[in-house]
T-cell receptor
Framework: DADVTQTPRNRITKTGKRIMLECSQT?????MYWYRQDPGLGLRLIYY???????NKGEISDGYSVSRQAQAKFSLSLESAIPNQTALYFC?????????????FGPGTRLTVL | AQSVTQLGSHVSVSEGALVLLRCNYS??????LFWYVQYPNQGLQLLLK??????LVKGINGFEAEFKKSETSFHLTKPSAHMSDAAEYFC???????????FGKGTLLTVNP
């Protein structure tokens, strides 16, 4: 089945370390997104990409960077992790060719920064 | 600009009772509206979506939602709750040309036996 996968699923790291979260999809979608989820705050958009050459900041991009290596791969980096970046991170995709705007989510990466 | 307000961060119902989860939205253009469900330790799964066709939208697992433009609402209902419905539910809106989704803060549904 066409899917959205995220690696790693869980990660514990220390303050100041560089971390990369990876997202891959086999849906053939051109649009990809990174969100973080915090209890009581819902999902907030970090970055989004409409194709390989198009990267856009979301509402909470400070402290994060992204790389769209190919249509199917979109990575999120924390250059110097801090404890308040402890959260559940989701990657999502959507298809430019449809009008419904539905997004398809990966299973999430739980990141803990000590 | 677009935004979503979900009234009630936690809703508790008895098994077999009506489920009503409230969502109000703000959008400067005709919106696309979504309800997603998140079961414990899982990602988000689409329950249903409104894309300017019928105002009463039926989704999976017996859920439905009604788009009311005059009230800017998109409340989620299910006539009879089941224990397996216990999860967190998110309402989301998308409007304009950027295709971004804006999520509400979520409502945790507890179903009591």
């Amino acid at each position: 089945d066409a899917d959205v996968t995220q690696t790693p699923r869980n990660r514990i790291t220390k303050t100041g370390k560089r971390i990369m979260l990876e997202c891959s999809q086999t849906k053939g979608h051109d649009r990809m997104y990174w969100y973080r989820q915090d209890p009581g705050l819902g999902l907030r958009l970090i970055y989004y990409s409409f194709d390989v050459k198009d990267i856009n900041k979301g509402e909470i991009s400070d402290g994060y960077s992204v790389s769209r290596q190919a249509q199917a791969k979109f990575s999120l980096s924390l250059e110097s992790a801090i404890p308040n970046q402890t959260a559940l991170y989701f990657c999502a995709t959507s298809d430019l060719r449809t009008t419904t705007r539905e997004q398809f989510f990966g299973p999430g990466t739980r990141l803990t920064v000590l | 600009a677009q935004s979503v307000t979900q009234l009630g961060s936690h809703v508790s119902v008895s098994e077999g009772a009506l489920v009503l989860l409230r969502c109000n939205y703000s959008s400067s253009v005709p919106p696309y509206l979504f309800w997603y469900v998140q079961y414990p330790n899982q990602g988000l799964q689409l329950l249903l979506k409104y894309t300017s066709a019928a105002t009463l939208v039926k989704g999976i697992n017996g859920f439905e939602a009604e788009f009311k433009k005059s009230e800017t609402s998109f409340h989620l209902t299910k006539p009879s709750a089941h224990m397996s419905d216990a999860a967190e539910y998110f309402c989301a809106v998308s409007g304009g040309s950027n295709y971004k989704l804006t999520f509400g803060k979520g409502t945790l549904l507890t179903v009591n036996p």
